[in-house]
Structure formats: C-alpha cells, structure tokens
C-alpha cells in the first residue's frame, strides 16, 4: 500500500494479494486501514493549518456541518481505490459536509509531484476536479512510471479544453508548487504519513471499515 516507508515491491505483493482475495469488502478494509497513524504522535507546528483559505473544497453545502479533509497521492492507488465510495459519499454528504482536498505527493512515487502540479495548473483555470477525475481514471496508464509523464498530463490539459500557454506558465510558476508544499508541511506537521488520510471536523481518522467510514460521517452531522 502507498505510504512513505513503503516500498513498491511491499505494495505490489500487497496488491497482487488483494487481487488474489477478490473480495471487495477486503479491498475496501485494506484502503482504509493504510491511512493508521505511526505509533509515535509527531509535534504539530504553530503554524500548521488542517484548512487553508485556498484549499479546494470539492462541495458546498449551504449549511455546513461538518468538514472532511483528505491528503492524498494522484499516483497513489489506494486513494484511487477510495474514489467510488468518496464520489458516493459526496452525494449522499454533499449538501452538509464539505469534502476538501490536499495535496500530499509522495516521495516514492516518481510522478506524484509532477500530477500535483499538473492539477493545480488546470485549478487555476477552474478545472480542479476535471483534472483530478482524470488523473485517477487514467492512473494504470502512467503510475509507477519512472520516466516525467509531464507531456501526457499537458495532452490531458488540453483535452480539458484548458488554456496551453496558460497552463504552462502555472506549471512553471513557482507559486504552484509552493502551494502543493504548503499542503505537504501541513499535513506532515499535522501527522501524514500515507494517502489517503482523512481528518473528520479535524480529528485524525482510523478507519477500518466502509460501515465505521459511514457511521462517522453521520455522528457527525446529528
């Protein structure tokens, strides 16, 4: 599974593993629990921010009753496994938690970074959650590729419709990748260390199982 100590013949055993198992309510079991805390709580920095005011909040409830935050890895397959619950989730959740996203590239995977920035580019032409979709749909095409998926991502960019001079200046601008660090202090600061992490009204989530996933998110609500 993705996580900074992880290497990836660990998580290709594991996946192979899972495959083998088949069963979907195990697969779930083992996205969620990849996100436990170390056994050692790290020091949060003053400074450290679990929100930021540009952070991307993929819903907009008009009441607001709770926030989930998630830190997660474009090139992470865990946080790609997660997408069909959370998409069901930002339905049945939508109108009264804001779903946020941040950005926690990991250092193991050799494009992360670069996806990251790709996305943030195409956010800064209102295209967050169109790129991010596309990331992950497309991740088996160009994860765990050792060579800059850079020209891939910029087709991807213009398949979006977005602006190509206007993309490439936001990927060589270095306000976009200070934003993505900023998100990376934080969450290390704040305890990542792997994707997908979920912070439920800023309490760090342990997670074992899509029911407990549930059952949290309606607490939380009441």
Not at 157 to 171: H, M, R, T
Request: glycine share 6%; charged share 25%; aromatic share 8%.
């Amino acid at each position: 599974m993705s996580a900074v100590i992880s290497g990836r013949r660990v998580r290709i055993a594991i996946w192979i593993f899972l495959a083998a198992i088949v069963g979907a309510g195990l697969i779930w079991y083992a996205v969620l629990v990849a996100n436990k805390p170390a056994p050692a709580a790290p020091v949060v920095a003053a400074d450290a921010q679990l929100v930021r005011e540009d952070s991307h909040r993929v819903t907009s409830p008009v009441t607001e009753k709770a926030q989930l935050v998630e830190f997660l890895d474009f090139e992470c397959e865990s946080c790609r496994a997660a997408e069909p619950l959370l998409a069901e989730l930002k339905k049945e959740y939508g109108d009264r938690i804001t779903f946020i996203h941040r950005y926690y590239p990991l250092p193991g995977h050799r494009n992360s970074g670069t996806a990251a920035v790709a996305v943030e580019a195409a956010a800064r032409q209102g295209k967050y959650e169109e790129m991010a979709a596309k990331l992950f749909e497309s991740q088996p095409q160009w994860g765990e590729r050792q060579d800059s998926q850079a020209v891939l991502f910029r087709n991807y960019a213009q398949e979006l419709g977005l602006d190509p001079a206007k993309y490439d200046n936001a990927v060589l601008n270095q306000a976009t990748k200070d934003r993505i660090n900023r998100d990376v202090a934080d969450g290390r600061a704040l305890g990542v260390t792997g994707t997908p992490t979920f912070f439920l009204n800023g309490k760090k989530l342990t997670l074992n199982t899509e029911a407990q996933f549930r059952q949290l998110l309606d607490e939380a609500i009441r």
